[in-house]
């Protein structure tokens, strides 16, 4: 099944319209009576599905069929995980998993300007297994999209094996996402909601890491007690997780903003194992990136919402809010969010994904914008199906009405 799935993947490369996999949304989306989510099932350009792929090309990417990491343990197991991670280049800028929003425009968007690697959005193992029309509109890939982590959320070690199985020979790692704190998370029993379930994760990271060809990641939340969160990376360590990212704040700590981030719980955890570890919480600039590094000691970091407003941060631009007044070793970058949209919107052209990401995306980027003039934004929720033609004339109008609001970038010889 698994290569029958995707047969034709050899000729992606070639053809970048085409989409081969889906990436999920938590759950089956509600019905709908509004006409844009009636017809969310159409992506925003039309390209048809891939369905397998020649073993030769997975060959060609580096994987050695045949060798599943469950055939390391100890020494051996760790000695892996650091040199898969070397041959990737030891990438320290991330996109952090999305729902909806860190999708295959948005990723080349941010590799674009800085990233080095990123998450798929989480998908659901087991929609994602049983559901070809999933699979088919949301998640799509290029060869330019690497390294690539895809994350699923699972309760049932044998059917994320069946979904891991269909994406591993287009990823670098296939992640168990530990820590979404969502409502839908704790009905659907995965996420941060497994915490209390040590023997289920257990079982999940075994099954992938003793069948799979590519190396297995987790991304997590810590406990309130430090020891707990400690004893829990060293039992994901021993499972097989190859790296492990580490969001410093508890399942109850949602409000990013109010609270932040535990880089000193980060670090406890980066001493206590011996796999690479990637810093989650406070990035909103690259100060805050190189200051995580230096305070977490971790191999990389992963930024989420700062990146959804400004796809440009790894390249050292930031927005207004991170600037100092009077601050002189910021510059205007002369770039805006205005044309970071403009470029994301052609990614959107050469990839396809459903219009509601894209709207999403829209108002993240041009949210200072809107309230800045909020007819604008009345404009764009009025409209039940959007078009390129009506977004790009959407940056058009701003620009006619003077809305003007650089990016700055930091001058490094200043610092």
Request: hydrophobic share 35%; glycine share 4%; with cysteine.
């Amino acid at each position: 099944m698994r290569f029958s799935l995707l047969r034709h993947y050899h000729h992606l490369v070639q053809l970048p319209k085409l989409s081969f996999m889906a990436s999920l949304t938590t759950q089956p989306p509600p019905p709908s009576t509004s006409q844009e989510e009636n017809h969310d099932e159409l992506l925003c350009s039309s390209g048809p599905t891939l369905s397998e792929v020649r073993e030769d090309k997975v060959e060609e990417k580096g994987f050695s069929l045949g060798q599943p990491n469950g055939y390391l343990t100890g020494e051996a197991r760790i000695e892996r995980a650091w040199a898969h991670w070397k041959k990737l280049g030891r990438p320290k800028l991330i996109v952090a998993p999305m729902v909806d929003c860190s999708e295959l425009p948005f990723r080349m968007l941010c590799r674009k300007y800085g990233a080095q690697a990123a998450y798929t959005p989480m998908l659901h193992s087991r929609i994602f297994s049983e559901t070809e029309k999933y699979r088919a509109s949301e998640f799509t890939t290029c060869q330019e999209d690497r390294p690539l982590f895809v994350q699923f959320c699972a309760n049932d070690p044998d059917v994320l094996l069946e979904a891991a199985r269909m994406v591993e020979p287009f990823c670098d790692y296939v992640d168990i996402n530990l820590g979404c704190p969502q409502r839908i998370a704790r009905r659907g029993n995965y996420g941060a909601f497994l915490m209390e379930k040590l023997p289920l994760v257990k079982s999940l990271v075994e099954k992938l890491a003793q069948n799979l060809e590519v190396p297995v990641s987790c991304k997590i939340r810590i406990f309130p007690d430090l020891q707990d969160t400690i004893n829990y990376a060293k039992m994901l360590e021993e499972a097989g997780c190859s790296l492990l990212a580490v969001h410093g704040r508890t399942r109850d700590q949602k409000d990013q903003k109010k609270i932040r981030a535990d880089w000193s719980a980060i670090r406890e955890v980066r001493n206590a194992i011996r796999i690479p570890v990637i810093a989650n919480g406070n990035i909103r600039h690259m100060d805050d990136v190189h200051s995580c590094l230096e305070a977490t000691g971790a191999e990389g970091i992963l930024s989420a919402d700062a990146l959804l407003e400004n796809p440009a941060l790894f390249a050292g631009f930031r927005t207004p809010e991170w600037v100092d007044e009077g601050e002189e070793s910021c510059k205007d970058g002369r770039i805006d969010q205005a044309e970071l949209l403009v470029e994301y919107l052609k990614l959107c052209e050469k990839y396809p994904v459903p219009w509601r990401i894209v709207r999403a995306h829209v108002h993240k980027m041009l949210g200072e914008w809107f309230r800045m003039q909020p007819q604008v934004r009345e404009d764009l929720n009025a409209q039940s199906r959007l078009t390129f033609e009506f977004l790009y004339g959407l940056v058009d109008r701003l620009r006619e009405l003077d809305v003007k609001i650089p990016l700055y970038l930091k001058d490094s010889t200043n610092t």
